[in-house]
């Protein structure tokens, strides 16, 4: 077991999160520990308390606790199954020396954790070994699929986490849910506007809600526009203004729609029934992204294609 490290923060970490920055120095430790130690105080910075969120400035001072992390081999080619390797290199939508902007599969995480060796940035650093710096710019869910933005560069992850952060990023969603959205007719958009937390189940999972009147809560803001009536459900465009754990999902049940094939938050008879019908999975998709491209300082976006599975089961709930 390796003593107290204190590591100075540099210019070219500013800005990350630091489960992050904790990750890069404990490269052996899992998620679920990097977490852990976190929340109970072990990791400091400027000698207080900090937030798996908190985002590091540079010149802050980490302490690094001593942590007793099991053995592991580094993720290679030959741990991850072929056809995964397959499939994430031609779900790649953009690449280019500074970023990759990917079509993520419903079903693979975003990262190893829970049981899982490797995720999505694993195999992405098998297929690509020479890229020394790459690192998710954000997250989405892993039952949910579409875009997702890879950095290749300190200073690039710096830029696109400063965008987000002065929600510059445009992000948007389609999604399938039960029932009949409220007071909302065709093409016309919603405002949601329900502050949500975050909080540990005594079973040691978490469930998101919305903030009652007094509790804290962070902002959430979203626009769900009314696509198309489908039967016995909609079809629901989202853009995000914030980006919370599970924002869409808590925000459509707060509407008493909760999305198709919520397995967390939906009704679970109705799953069931779908899944019959071809959807296995949760019925949301990160469509569209738009953001500026720290090194052209252009304004880009990418569309993700929905994939067969979606594509389907629209197919049969509009008969």
Not at 43 to 61: E, H, I, P, Y
Not at 185 to 194: E, T
Not at 228 to 235: P, V
Request: charged share 30%; with cysteine; hydrophobic share 40%.
């Amino acid at each position: 077991m390796a003593n107290v490290r204190m590591i100075e923060v540099t210019e070219e970490d500013e800005g990350q999160r630091v489960d992050n920055f904790m990750m890069r120095h404990l490269r052996k430790a899992p998620r679920t520990l990097i977490y852990r130690i976190i929340r109970k105080g072990e990791v400091r910075v400027n000698k207080g308390r900090v937030k798996v969120s908190t985002r590091l400035k540079a010149g802050d001072m980490v302490r690094i606790p001593p942590v007793k992390v099991p053995e592991k081999v580094e993720i290679n080619e030959s741990d991850i199954p072929h056809s995964q390797l397959k499939r994430i290199e031609e779900s790649i939508l953009f690449e280019d020396k500074d970023l990759m902007v990917i079509n993520k599969p419903s079903g693979v995480a975003v990262h190893g954790g829970g049981g899982m060796n490797w995720g999505l940035i694993e195999v992405v650093r098998v297929l690509r070994p020479l890229a020394k710096r790459l690192e998710l710019v954000h997250r989405i869910d892993r039952d949910t699929s579409g875009c997702l933005l890879i950095a290749k560069k300190a200073s690039i992850l710096k830029d696109l986490h400063a965008q987000i952060r002065a929600n510059k990023f445009d992000k948007r969603y389609l999604a399938i849910v039960m029932g009949r959205w409220p007071d909302i007719a065709l093409n016309q958009v919603k405002k949601i506007n329900l502050p949500l937390r975050k909080d540990h189940l005594e079973n040691g999972g978490w469930h998101v809600f919305v903030a009652k009147k007094g509790e804290e809560g962070k902002e959430a803001v979203s626009y769900f526009r009314l696509e198309e009536h489908l039967n016995g459900c909609d079809l629901m465009s989202i853009k995000l203004k914030t980006g919370r754990t599970h924002q869409i999902r808590v925000h459509a049940l707060a509407q008493g729609c909760a999305l198709l094939g919520d397995d967390r938050y939906g009704n679970r008879e109705e799953n069931k029934r779908f899944r019959k019908m071809g959807m296995k999975r949760l019925a949301l998709h990160a469509q569209f992204l738009g953001f500026t491209h720290p090194a052209t300082q252009e304004w880009v976006e990418f569309e993700a294609p929905l994939y067969a599975d979606f594509k389907q089961i629209i197919s049969t709930l509009k008969k």
